[in-house]
C-alpha cells in the first residue's frame, strides 16, 4: 500500500531528527487503535486540519509537522499546542484537496516507529 510506504518513507527521514521528550505516559496499542476509531465524518471539508500526535514521546515541532504535511500538497501555516499528553497541530494547505489528501494518508501513520501516531 502507498500510505504504509509513506509512512516507512516518513519514519526514516524523523529518525534522523527525533530527540526524546521527557517521561511520559504512554497510550497501549489497543488505547491508539481506540482513539484512532473516533472519528468525525459529518465534519465539512476545508483546508485547514487538526493533527493530534498520539503518544508524542520525542519532541513535535513545526518542522517536523512539515516534514510530514508537505507531500500532500502546499503547506501555509502550522500552529503547534499541546494539551496534557497529546501534541495537536493546526495545519492550513493552500488547496482543500491537499487537506483532504493529507487527512486520508497520514491518519493512523506513525511519525517515528511506534510512537507519534497521527490521527
Do not use: W
Not at 7 to 21: I, Y
Not at 22 to 38: A, N
Not at 46 to 62: A, G, K, Q, S, W
Amino acid at each position: 500500500k502507498i500510505s504504509k510506504l509513506k509512512e516507512k518513507l516518513v519514519c526514516a527521514v524523523m529518525s534522523l531528527f527525533g530527540t526524546k521528550r521527557g517521561r511520559i505516559e504512554t497510550l497501549s496499542s489497543e488505547e491508539v487503535e481506540m482513539e484512532l476509531e473516533k472519528v468525525n465524518p459529518a465534519l465539512n471539508e476545508n483546508n485547514i486540519i487538526l493533527i493530534t500526535v498520539l503518544n508524542p514521546i520525542y519532541n513535535i515541532n513545526v518542522d517536523t509537522i512539515y516534514r510530514v504535511c508537505r507531500s500532500s500538497g502546499e503547506v501555509s501555516r502550522i500552529v503547534i499546542f499541546e494539551r496534557g499528553q497529546v501534541v495537536h497541530a493546526l495545519v492550513e494547505f493552500k488547496e482543500n484537496e491537499s487537506a483532504i489528501e493529507a487527512k486520508k494518508s497520514l491518519h493512523g501513520c506513525n511519525i517515528y516507529s511506534d510512537s507519534c501516531t497521527l490521527k
